[in-house]
C-alpha cells in the first residue's frame, strides 16, 4: 500500500492489484452461476421423475426467509414446503432461522420438514 502523500501511515491510502480482479470476480460468478443451473435442473428432474406437479424457481433476495416469502405469494403457492437444519433453540435464536420466518410470515400454509438421520444410512 502507498499513501497518497507518500507516509505509510496516512489515512489516505491507494491500492494496486497487480491481477485482473474483474476476471477473477468473473470466472467465481461464472462457476456459482453453472452450479446453480445444475441445482435448477436436479430438483427439476426430481420432481418430474417423482411425478410432482410443481416448479422449481430460484429466488435472489437479501434475506431467504423474506424471498421465499414473496415469491410464494407472488405466483399463488397453494403451500410451502421447507426444510429445516435442527438448529438448537440458541444457535436459531442467534443465527435466525429460515423456516421460523416462513412459519411467522406466510399467509398460506407452510409444511416445515425436518432431516432426520438414520443409523447406517448415507445421505
Do not use: W
Given at each position: 500500500m502507498?499513501?497518497?502523500?507518500?507516509?505509510?501511515?496516512s489515512?489516505?491510502?491507494?491500492y494496486?492489484?497487480?491481477?485482473n480482479?474483474?476476471?477473477?470476480?468473473g470466472?467465481?460468478l461464472?462457476r456459482?452461476r453453472?452450479?446453480h443451473?445444475?441445482?435448477?435442473?436436479?430438483?427439476?428432474?426430481?420432481?418430474?421423475n417423482?411425478?410432482i406437479?410443481?416448479?422449481?424457481?430460484?429466488?435472489?433476495?437479501?434475506?431467504p426467509?423474506?424471498?421465499?416469502?414473496?415469491?410464494?405469494?407472488e405466483?399463488?403457492?397453494s403451500?410451502?414446503?421447507?426444510g429445516?437444519?435442527g438448529l438448537?433453540?440458541?444457535r436459531?435464536?442467534i443465527l435466525?432461522?429460515v423456516?421460523d420466518?416462513?412459519l411467522?410470515?406466510?399467509p398460506?400454509?407452510?409444511?416445515v420438514?425436518?432431516?432426520?438421520?438414520?443409523?447406517?444410512?448415507?445421505?
Amino acid at each position: 500500500m502507498v499513501a497518497m502523500d507518500g507516509r505509510e501511515d496516512s489515512k489516505f491510502a491507494f491500492y494496486s492489484f497487480t491481477e485482473n480482479v474483474e476476471e477473477k470476480v468473473g470466472g467465481s460468478l461464472d462457476r456459482k452461476r453453472a452450479r446453480h443451473i445444475e441445482t435448477v435442473k436436479k430438483f427439476s428432474k426430481l420432481l418430474e421423475n417423482s411425478k410432482i406437479l410443481g416448479e422449481v424457481n430460484a429466488i435472489v433476495f437479501k434475506s431467504p426467509g423474506e424471498g421465499i416469502v414473496q415469491a410464494a405469494n407472488e405466483i399463488h403457492a397453494s403451500f410451502i414446503v421447507t426444510g429445516t437444519r435442527g438448529l438448537g433453540k440458541v444457535r436459531r435464536t442467534i443465527l435466525g432461522s429460515v423456516s421460523d420466518y416462513i412459519l411467522r410470515h406466510a399467509p398460506m400454509p407452510v409444511v416445515v420438514c425436518r432431516y432426520v438421520e438414520k443409523k447406517g444410512c448415507e445421505k
